[in-house]
């Protein structure tokens, strides 16, 4: 029994041990804390609190505190797999991971575990600034309904960042990222409702998983456009899914 035992235990500390100093290697990088955190937290205060929050009954204040949670939480996923994946790759750290005697999958599972981490942390930040300066009023399953979209909501992104990660090269991988980024961000209707801009807009944010994640946070505010929950949950399945294999896939081929 203990023989069964005792390689389980292994493992699990393997994992544990991976994802704690994943998260505290990032924790530890200004250049990455700063701006995954900060970043949501001054757009939310200068459109939400500052220009939004008396508007319409607050709610500007309610729509932007769950689209830039969003928005928020997409940075540590997109940044944390695509750009450190990619420069990993390229100095031969994958390489070395699967050459030592720990789990295959505890390298992945760090990094979701870093992004999620990083996802309810801005999720936090944000709710606390829209209890506090943007008069925000909600329901407690509501609050915790947008922490959980949001903290559930990295893993495809993940799976996006890790795409990015395994086809781009170190250097290139910061640039692929900010290009997706910020215009997928903008065409999802995450920085201002999509009805303000042309119709073809509201068409095309089909494709794109930030979409449907606003959506689904927008849901739990009452803001969003109307679809069907099922609907936004499975496409962010299929995106993920379909991420995960394409990079796998990648990963397998490079050896």
Not at 32 to 37: A, D, E, I, M, N
Not at 106 to 117: D, G
Not at 136 to 162: D, E, H, I, S, Y
Not at 168 to 181: D, E, H, M, T
Request: hydrophobic share 60%; glycine share 10%.
């Amino acid at each position: 029994m203990n023989a069964i035992v005792q390689p389980s235990v292994v493992s699990l500390r393997c994992y544990y041990l991976e994802a704690k100093y994943e998260c505290l290697r990032l924790l530890r990088t200004p250049s990455f804390v700063l701006p995954s955190l900060l970043f949501p937290s001054i757009f939310y205060l200068m459109f939400g609190v500052l220009l939004g929050g008396g508007r319409n009954g607050g709610d500007a204040a309610r729509y932007l505190l769950a689209s830039y949670g969003v928005f928020g939480i997409m940075a540590p996923a997109l940044f944390g797999f695509g750009v450190a994946v990619a420069q990993e790759r390229e100095r031969g750290f994958l390489a070395l991971k699967r050459a030592l005697p720990m789990p295959p999958g505890a390298y992945l599972l760090a990094k979701m575990a870093m992004a999620m981490l990083f996802a309810a942390m801005i999720s936090l930040m944000l709710a606390t600034l829209a209890m506090t300066l943007g008069a925000v009023t909600l329901q407690p399953w509501q609050w915790l309904a947008l922490l959980a979209v949001n903290v559930l909501g990295a893993l495809p992104f993940c799976a996006m960042g890790l795409l990015i990660g395994v086809f781009a090269s170190g250097q290139g991988a910061p640039a692929l990222v900010n290009l997706i980024y910020l215009p997928m961000a903008f065409l999802s209707g995450l920085w201002l409702p999509l009805q303000a801009l042309p119709a073809i807009f509201g068409k095309l944010a089909l494709v794109w998983p930030a979409y449907h994640l606003g959506q689904i946070a927008l849901k739990v505010v009452g803001r969003d456009a109307g679809g069907s929950l099922a609907m936004h949950v499975g496409v962010l399945a299929v995106f993920t899914v379909a991420f995960f294999l394409l990079a796998r896939a990648r990963l397998v081929r490079s050896g």
